[in-house]
């Protein structure tokens, strides 16, 4: 299974000198295999310790913090040689011994030339951050094109990669991408997908539910192991209420959350802050805010706390929560579920790290997304699940705004390659459309 997060870090390892890598993300996004598996076949050693499987490792920081301290503290606890020239120390779900976590300045500033790099799942909660000392990257769910490597299928990802603007080419990834609003990017439902490729349909459906079945109860446990002063049983009522409220709208754009009816008696978004922040710090849920008038970059100038858009971090976990079968989705019943391909351009964005996101509204007409690039042009993205093409929201926007470009994210072929002002881009394209567009890269 490809990560595209990769590249980054043989990138880092390739440095004279370097501070330790700080990988965030959600619980079971493949955190440890991009380290252990994929990252450790570079090195002839990896040493991996994990807090939450090994809590009495926090020994070897609990005295002094110097590298050669604690390398020696774990040299004893583990009996297992290493070397700080040559071999890579894993510290994995490090959120849990928060000694090891100010350990990382120590390494940054005293061993520059060692290969540390650390994990966690709860890194948005800690008390104190080594900021400035760490290189920190966020690993989300796979994207859409890291689902298509899983799949062992070259020629699709040939054509992905080609940007193939051909009707053979749009069937296969139009097929695909309905595939990934069903299995979403958690690296085991797509694992489990692929592994049972042979078996029916029925079975692979089965499979996968039970995965993502499992992963909900995980996080659900987690809300109580880790919720600290916050009420768990808010951070549960919002985390379901993300599903509900997001297909409470059909064709329409996704709509801003609202407080009212999701936990009893609080109503008003000061008596639901505390959860939503949990929730994002443990990278669950993504926002968008939305922006009234005519936009301008900096976006984040112009977002408000209290007024904002609620999104689920994975989609296929997305329709489990909402029980949208794989069946309903292969029948492009989610034409008229714009929230499902909204949630998925969030996603993709998410990766890229355009996070959080914005939005435009002005009177009736809404626009899903509008980001600014490097030039500071602020940029619409209109979102469109089916193949009803036709947008007066956006004309509206090019009415009142005069971007200097558009972009829409269409459930058809796109325009191609000569139309270089307003851009129509198949949903399955939306990282390329990103990437050339508003990254330039």
């Known amino acids: 299974?490809?990560?595209?997060?990769?590249?980054?870090?043989?990138?880092?390892?390739?440095?004279?000198?370097?501070?330790?890598?700080?990988?965030?993300?959600?619980?079971?996004?493949?955190?440890?295999?991009?380290?252990?598996?994929?990252?450790?076949?570079?090195?002839?050693?990896?040493?991996?310790?994990?807090?939450?499987?090994?809590?009495?490792?926090?020994?070897?920081?609990?005295?002094?913090?110097?590298?050669?301290?604690?390398?020696?503290?774990?040299?004893?606890?583990?009996?297992?040689?290493?070397?700080?020239?040559?071999?890579?120390?894993?510290?994995?779900?490090?959120?849990?011994?928060?000694?090891?976590?100010?350990?990382?300045?120590?390494?940054?500033?005293?061993?520059?030339?060692?290969?540390?790099?650390?994990?966690?799942?709860?890194?948005?909660?800690?008390?104190?951050?080594?900021?400035?000392?760490?290189?920190?990257?966020?690993?989300?769910?796979?994207?859409?094109?890291?689902?298509?490597?899983?799949?062992?299928?070259?020629?699709?990802?040939?054509?992905?990669?080609?940007?193939?603007?051909?009707?053979?080419?749009?069937?296969?990834?139009?097929?695909?991408?309905?595939?990934?609003?069903?299995?979403?990017?958690?690296?085991?439902?797509?694992?489990?997908?692929?592994?049972?490729?042979?078996?029916?349909?029925?079975?692979?459906?089965?499979?996968?539910?039970?995965?993502?079945?499992?992963?909900?109860?995980?996080?659900?446990?987690?809300?109580?192991?880790?919720?600290?002063?916050?009420?768990?049983?808010?951070?549960?009522?919002?985390f379901n209420a993300v599903p509900a409220q997001l297909s409470a709208v059909m064709d329409e754009s996704v709509k801003r959350f609202k407080f009212k009816q999701v936990f009893e008696r609080k109503s008003r978004y000061q008596e639901f802050?505390?959860?939503?922040?949990?929730?994002?710090?443990?990278?669950?849920?993504?926002?968008?805010?939305?922006?009234?008038?005519?936009?301008r970059s900096p976006l984040a100038a112009y977002a408000q706390d209290n007024k904002l858009k609620l999104f689920l971090f994975d989609v296929g976990l997305l329709n489990h929560m909402l029980g949208v079968s794989y069946q309903e989705l292969k029948r492009q019943g989610f034409e008229y579920k714009g929230f499902i391909a909204e949630n998925f351009v969030q996603q993709e964005m998410a990766v890229l790290g355009m996070s959080p996101s914005y939005s435009w509204n002005d009177a009736r007409a809404e626009i899903e997304f509008i980001v600014s690039n490097a030039e500071g042009d602020v940029i619409p993205i209109e979102v469109k699940s089916g193949k009803r093409t036709r947008a007066k929201s956006l004309q509206s926007y090019i009415q009142k705004c005069e971007p200097v470009k558009t972009i829409k994210l269409t459930g058809t072929q796109g325009s191609g390659p000569l139309e270089q002002r307003h851009l129509v881009y198949p949903l399955y394209f939306t990282e390329h459309a990103l990437r050339s567009h508003i990254l330039n890269k």
């Open 1 to 238: 299974m490809q990560r595209t997060l990769l590249n980054d870090l043989i990138a880092w390892k390739a440095k004279t000198e370097r501070k330790p890598v700080l990988i965030d993300g959600a619980r079971q996004t493949g955190k440890t295999y991009l380290l252990q598996q994929l990252f450790g076949q570079t090195f002839a050693n990896v040493l991996r310790i994990d807090f939450l499987e090994s809590p009495a490792m926090a020994e070897a920081f609990a005295g002094s913090l110097a590298p050669t301290d604690v390398l020696t503290n774990i040299e004893l606890l583990t009996g297992k040689p290493f070397n700080p020239q040559t071999d890579l120390l894993i510290l994995d779900e490090i959120g849990e011994c928060q000694r090891a976590v100010t350990s990382l300045k120590y390494f940054a500033e005293q061993a520059p030339h060692m290969y540390v790099v650390a994990s966690g799942s709860n890194i948005g909660l800690l008390n104190s951050f080594p900021v400035g000392k760490v290189e920190h990257y966020y690993l989300r769910p796979l994207s859409f094109r890291e689902f298509l490597a899983a799949g062992n299928e070259p020629a699709v990802v040939k054509a992905y990669d080609a940007q193939m603007n051909s009707a053979a080419a749009h069937t296969q990834l139009f097929d695909k991408l309905t595939d990934y609003y069903f299995t979403g990017g958690m690296p085991e439902a797509v694992s489990t997908w692929y592994a049972n490729s042979q078996r029916s349909i029925l079975e692979r459906i089965e499979a996968v539910t039970k995965v993502q079945r499992d992963l909900i109860s995980g996080y659900q446990r987690d809300f109580g192991k880790y919720s600290g002063k916050t009420d768990a049983s808010l951070i549960e009522a919002v």
């Open 273 to 295: 802050e505390s959860a939503i922040s949990w929730l994002e710090k443990c990278r669950l849920v993504l926002k968008n805010f939305p922006i009234e008038g005519t936009p």
